[in-house]
């Protein structure tokens, strides 16, 4: 399931993944935990060096919410699921995201993600880099307008201070940035069924989704 930010791509992955019993990786989430790690410790986020020791050497562990709430991401010990969800922590993640040697630092830890009886994995290169060979891809989008609508309510939710017009400058500027870069650039997989949710609410793009994988 790739797309740009705020497509839906977690959501309904999540969603999927439950209705099948499938397994879920939430490859953005590996991004922005390095992203972190490196803040964490002082490092600066444009030396290509420093992000893919630290791409290597930070343990990321996902962990089951006791309560039906969503999954725990702890970094090197430390929950740090809230931090993870903000969009400067997405801006980061995009950031290191573009330099090959972090990318390649990730592609085992994916991969290890494929068991029995499935996996549903959310990312921007799902389909065209680490599972080229999926049985079925999708590639979620909806305006950019919708996307900034859904992240403010989010967010807002969550009692952050953000305003709309700034979230969707913040969400245009890191799809131009995870489309344009040289590896693994965000874009669908020539076989993947495209999804424009703009309009259709949460079930109805489950229900799209499910009828495919489950025809
Ligand atoms: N079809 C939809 N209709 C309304 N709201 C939606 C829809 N899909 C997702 N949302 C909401 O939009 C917000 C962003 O969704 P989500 O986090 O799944 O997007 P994403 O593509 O995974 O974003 P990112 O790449 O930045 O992690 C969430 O609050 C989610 O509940
Ligand atoms: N497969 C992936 C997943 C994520 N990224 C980068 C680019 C995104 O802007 C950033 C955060 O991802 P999100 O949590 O919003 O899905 O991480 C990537 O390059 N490839």
Known sequence: MDGP????????????????GWRLL??????????????????DLSDVEAMTRCAHGTK?????????GETRVVVNGHDATDELRTETAGAAASAIASMPSVREALVALQLGFRKAPGLVADGRDMGTVIFPDAAYKVFLTASAAERAKRRYKQLKEKGLSVTLGGLQREIEARDSRDASRAV?????????????????????????VLAVVQP
Do not use: N
């Open 5 to 20: 930010s705020g497509s839906g791509k977690g959501t309904i992955s999540a969603l999927v993944a439950e209705r099948l």
């Open 26 to 43: 939430d490859s953005g989430a590996l991004y922005r935990a390095v992203g972190y790690a490196a803040g964490m410790a002082g490092l």
């Open 60 to 68: 990321i562990q996902f962990r089951p919410a006791m309560d039906a």
């Open 184 to 208: 693994a650039p965000l874009k669908p997989a020539e076989d993947a069924l495209l999804v424009d949710t703009t309009g259709m609410g949460i079930d109805e793009v489950v229900a799209k």
